[in-house]
């Protein structure tokens, strides 16, 4: 099975890789918010993000998941609050999809 670790660190890199193109200044960390009022990304860099995790869970694990299509996951306590939840909600939609590379 996947471990939280390794999506938390393709999170991470993703976020850093956004913060270095656009320029933002981020801190970038499991406590990086990324929507809310306290997120430094705007709605492009968001959407890089998300559509990068899904080319990154589609090349690396095979299967394709749209995680931004639940309205729920857009609140500040969603799993969108910051990177560590989304590291969590994305091990735990891979875990409810049986994938075991």
Known sequence: MIKRETISHMILEI???IN??????LEVSEETVII???SQLDS???LDLINAIE????NTLGMFISI?????NF???GPFGNAGRLAEYLTEMIKKEGLNP
Do not use: V
Request: proline share 4%; charged share 45%; glycine share 12%.
């Open 20 to 25: 270095q193109e656009e320029g933002l200044g």
């Open 55 to 58: 080319e990154w869970m589609d």
């Open 68 to 72: 931004s299509s639940d309205e729920e």
């Open 15 to 17: 976020l850093e890789r």
């Open 44 to 46: 492009m860099a968001f």
């Open 75 to 77: 609140e500040p306590d």
């Open 36 to 38: 809310g009022e306290s």
